[in-house]
């Protein structure tokens, strides 16, 4: 007697397959995120010196071009020393090192660069991600779980939605929500705002105040058992919160994220899965100044690898 196949009625669809369509660009781009020139280039050179402040010696661009290669190659700030000394007997002879003392001392307040944006107005998608400091291994946790003191940060990130570059970025201590840190995203972007997406952790008034202070419309799906209008005594509650809840009882939350286009905020967890592979999910700094700029050098590096080239996939089934 046959054996009946029992089928589940409810089996998930099968993964979409996707081709990158410029692939020769893309491995180009690839190859190119390993050259050394592209943080120790001329201009960089030229400025090595600095012009300006008593007892310092080397430039910003300088601190930057180490703590750059620091963050490619994955190395300390003694590796970053010897890497940097190497290069300078074989490219540039007679240049000066900056001790890793001096790195360490000079990365609390070194100025990076903020990206430049493209015209027009953007859509931007915000989330965040956590990074440890003191991190523990994956079989440690596993078998005798937390220490108490394990330690971690947390890397908000607002990232443009048509080209995944990072506008703007906050590291903060762990306890600090994301609803408040938005502002202070907002604020670091210069020009127009088409939209800013983020998921249920930003839907409170304020954000919605801030994001339309923008000029943006903003797309946060609300709270399970969000009211339509807000509770009395509220004082100027925005309407788009309520449009929004309004919107999903009349077509389902599944048929209004697709209208509001808010599967694009993906983007921002893909940013943040590039920083963990591309560069480390751990920060090497112990005090949180130097935490910040370490973060800050990160999202700089990941800008000019997005600069050299991005994949441009098409569905295929």
Request: proline fraction near 8%; hydrophobic fraction near 35%; charge should be positive.
């Amino acid at each position: 007697m046959a054996r009946k196949l029992h089928t589940c009625p409810h089996s998930p669809a099968p993964k979409p397959r996707y081709r990158v369509t410029n692939w020769p660009e893309y491995n180009r781009a690839l190859v190119a995120r390993g050259s050394v020139t592209l943080w120790l280039s001329d201009d960089v050179a030229r400025g090595w010196r600095a012009r300006s402040g008593k007892g310092c010696v080397y430039s910003d661009a300088a601190i930057l071009c180490a703590l750059s290669l620091r963050a490619v190659f994955g190395l300390t700030l003694r590796q970053a020393q010897g890497f940097l000394m190497s290069l300078a007997q074989r490219l540039l002879p007679g240049l000066p090192v900056p001790h890793y003392s001096t790195l360490c001392r000079r990365a609390a307040g070194l100025n990076v660069p903020r990206p430049r944006r493209r015209d027009g107005p953007v859509h931007l998608v915000v989330d965040s991600t956590g990074l440890k400091v003191f991190g523990e291994g994956e079989w440690k946790v596993r078998q005798h779980g937390y220490c108490k003191r394990r330690l971690w940060r947390k890397l908000h990130l607002g990232v443009d939605e048509a080209t995944g570059e990072v506008l703007a970025h906050e590291l903060t201590e762990s306890k600090m929500h994301d609803a408040p840190v938005l502002p202070e995203l907002l604020a670091q972007i210069e020009g127009p705002l088409e939209q800013v997406s983020a998921d249920g952790a930003y839907d409170s008034y304020n954000c919605h105040r801030v994001i339309l202070a923008k000029g943006a419309n903003p797309v946060i799906p609300p709270r399970k058992g969000a009211a339509i209008h807000p509770q009395p005594g509220t004082k100027d509650p925005p309407s788009t919160r309520g449009e929004i809840v309004r919107r999903i009882i009349e077509i389902g939350a599944k048929a209004w994220k697709v209208e509001a286009n808010y599967h694009r905020r993906s983007l921002a967890e893909t940013a943040m899965y590039r920083v963990k592979t591309l560069f480390s999910p751990n920060l090497r700094s112990r005090t949180l100044p130097n935490q910040k700029t370490e973060a800050a050098v990160t999202v700089n590096c990941l800008n000019q690898f997005t600069a050299l080239g991005m994949p441009v996939s098409v569905k295929i089934g």
